[in-house]
């Protein structure tokens, strides 16, 4: 079996201590806030960054471009290593079209190796989940094909359930109008949202008031997990720095289901700039999405 590496874009949210601990290899994506750019050396500290949104900035985002894919990729090639990408979902980002188109050039310069992108059609800790259980295999010995297989395959597996608490930032981003946005906040209405089998965000109810949302979350969960109930371990939840409500919907998941596995953290600032401070973001196996 080859040797091979498994990587990823930071629109994953994984905590950096999972990159180094497992050797992913990953890309990241810039944003620009308050009339400044920022690159991974100087990405603010996400309290920082959230703060300033709570403030009024609005940040504006940029996907993967072809070279910073390249710039990812081709030391493992160079190492002799095969590479297995899981990309942020194409349906939100052509972060993974990017890295397609970067695959193909490599793979005219490396014929040697094997380069396989997947799309992951998820985002946030869902995304980071399927790096999670690829890992996972990989460490247990599984091929890169094999592991890229189980991840083709459950991808629509993947659940994402979460809520904001702002209309406002889905406004910004096309997802809302303007009049919802306006009337939902003047009556706490909070939407439910996930990521549908084309990788894209809908809505699909809404709730008055943030602790309904946050249980809808978990209701979600009982709905959606099927056959996964029985078997399900491990939950990732991300938030929009708001730690508390992510601490509270484990401990009602905790509450009906048998977990061994939390993975919490911040929604990164590529998504949140997007989806905006308060949003809580839970992630599992389920059925069906």
């Given at each position: 079996m080859g040797e091979y590496v498994i990587t990823t874009d930071n629109n994953s949210d994984l905590p950096e201590d999972f990159y180094r601990e497992h050797q992913v290899g990953c890309t990241y994506l810039s944003y620009s806030i308050?009339?400044?750019?920022h690159t991974r050396e100087d990405f603010l500290p996400t309290e920082e960054f959230y703060a300033r949104m709570r403030a009024g900035a609005m940040p504006t985002t940029a996907q993967v471009n072809p070279e910073a894919a390249r710039e990812l990729m081709e030391p493992y090639l160079q190492a002799g290593k095969d590479l297995l990408h899981i990309a942020f979902s194409s349906g939100l980002s052509g972060s993974y079209d990017s890295c397609r188109a970067a695959a193909r050039e490599l793979s005219e310069r490396y014929p040697e190796r094997k380069i396989q992108v997947i799309d992951s059609l998820s985002a946030s800790l869902g995304q980071g989940l399927l790096v999670h259980y690829a890992v996972k295999m990989k460490e247990e010995g599984h091929s890169m094909e094999e592991v890229a297989q189980w991840v083709?395959?459950?991808?629509?597996?993947?659940?994402?359930?979460?809520?904001?608490?702002?209309?406002?930032?889905l406004h910004r981003g096309g997802r809302v109008s303007k009049a919802t946005a306006i009337v939902g906040g003047m009556l706490n209405i909070?939407?439910?949202?996930h990521v549908d089998d084309d990788g894209k965000l809908v809505a699909t109810g809404k709730v008055?008031?943030?602790?309904?949302?946050?249980?809808?979350?978990?209701?979600?969960?009982?709905?959606q997990i099927g056959s996964y109930g029985s078997r399900c371990d491990t939950i990732f939840i991300s938030h929009g720095d708001c730690e508390a409500d992510a601490r509270s919907v484990e401990k009602k998941v905790r509450e009906i289901y048998p977990i061994q596995t939390v993975v919490i953290n911040h929604v990164g600032a590529t998504i949140g700039a997007h989806s905006g401070p308060g949003t809580v973001a839970l992630f599992f196996l389920g059925d069906k999405r």
């Open positions: 308050d009339g400044q750019t083709e395959d459950h991808r629509k597996n993947l659940v994402h359930l979460f809520t904001v608490d702002d209309l406002d930032h909070k939407p439910v949202l008055r008031g943030r602790k309904k949302s946050l249980q809808a979350l978990v209701d979600g969960m009982r709905e």
